[in-house]
């Protein structure tokens, strides 16, 4: 879509699915995926937005998206994996 800034992370072995992120590119932010080691191959996204102009304390953002089907397996190792991103970029 124009003017919209969009990052994913498909699943590598299937069709549909992932996680995304996106945003106007008229915002006032700058959208980067990071990409962080991800061994579980967890449906999850990352980025940091910046603000273009900052004028406060808040300088940046630590986005995530993820999904995760009810009765997942894998809903522990998605909170460890998003706490240990979380504390490694702060």
């Given at each position: 879509m124009?003017?919209?800034?969009?990052?994913?992370?498909?699943?590598?072995?299937?069709?549909g699915?992932g996680?995304?992120?996106?945003?106007?590119?008229?915002?006032q932010?700058?959208?980067?995926?990071?990409?962080?080691?991800?061994?579980?191959?967890?449906?999850?996204?990352w980025a940091?937005?910046?603000?273009k102009?900052?004028?406060?304390?808040l300088?940046t953002?630590?986005?995530?998206?993820?999904y995760?089907?009810p009765?997942s397996?894998?809903?522990?190792?998605?909170?460890n994996h998003?706490?240990e991103?979380?504390y490694?970029h702060?």
């Amino acid at each position: 879509m124009r003017g919209v800034k969009y990052i994913s992370t498909p699943r590598p072995d299937r069709i549909g699915g992932g996680a995304a992120i996106t945003l106007l590119e008229e915002s006032q932010f700058t959208l980067t995926q990071i990409t962080p080691p991800n061994p579980l191959k967890l449906e999850i996204c990352w980025a940091i937005l910046k603000l273009k102009n900052p004028t406060s304390r808040l300088k940046t953002i630590l986005v995530c998206s993820f999904y995760s089907p009810p009765k997942s397996r894998k809903q522990t190792p998605l909170l460890n994996h998003i706490s240990e991103v979380y504390y490694s970029h702060r």
